[in-house]
């Protein structure tokens, strides 16, 4: 009887532990885990995200942080004030009793630039990135954004230094051939005329040696 008894009860956390994880629910609800969705909005006043996952059946929940956020009755789960910048790990589980992570999904929330269409971006709009995108990757400071536009402008300086450097170059090399030509030009041409004119002579005289004449 007492080996019975034994037997009963080492048995028993197994048939409790079956009972209490549903393996077909569970494979229902991963199913049900992969049409979620997710969208966020960003609120200035606050500099914060929320986030909205969409088509969440009855049964499941999510995990964001060690917090627990359900359904609500359109279907939707709603995690408010996220800070800016957050990376996002939002696990996805089901009530199921197998407590089997079922979905991660990752949020990657960007930092708003508060400098985005603003007096100190006039002019840089479309030259440099922290003037032309409303979020970034990293936060975006008064003194970044000077840096920033610091560095265009003597991108910029540096630029027209090379081209009219460059320019430089080419004048100089055309005035060396214009030097040269006027330096060198005429006396060649007057080497070219002598030999010109005193050809025929040397010609007749020795075509008058070769005839002994």
Do not use: W
Request: net charge negative; hydrophobic share 35%; with cysteine.
């Amino acid at each position: 009887m007492k080996k019975i008894l034994v037997s009963i009860l080492l048995v028993l956390p197994f048939i409790i532990n079956a009972e209490e994880c549903n393996r077909d629910k569970n494979e229902e609800y991963s199913e049900y885990s992969n049409n979620i969705q997710s969208d966020y909005s960003f609120n200035e006043g606050k500099n914060t995200y929320t986030i909205t996952l969409y088509n969440v059946v009855d049964g499941l929940y999510a995990m964001f942080e060690d917090k627990e956020y359900n359904r609500n009755s359109n279907g939707e789960i709603v995690i408010d004030d996220v800070k800016e910048g957050t990376y996002m790990a939002i696990y996805i589980y089901g009530n199921d009793g197998c407590d089997i992570r079922l979905r991660t999904m990752f949020i990657n929330l960007q930092y708003f630039n508060p400098y985005y269409n603003s007096v100190e971006c006039a002019g840089y709009e479309d030259k440099i990135k922290m003037c032309s995108s409303q979020f970034t990757s990293s936060k975006v400071t008064l003194e970044l954004l000077n840096t920033a536009k610091e560095n265009y402008d003597n991108i910029i300086v540096q630029d027209k230094e090379n081209e009219q450097e460059n320019q430089q170059k080419e004048k100089t090399l055309v005035d060396k051939l214009y030097d040269f030509g006027i330096n060198y030009g005429i006396k060649i041409a007057l080497v070219l005329i002598t030999c010109l004119i005193f050809i025929p002579f040397y010609r007749n005289k020795l075509i008058k040696l070769q005839h002994g004449i």
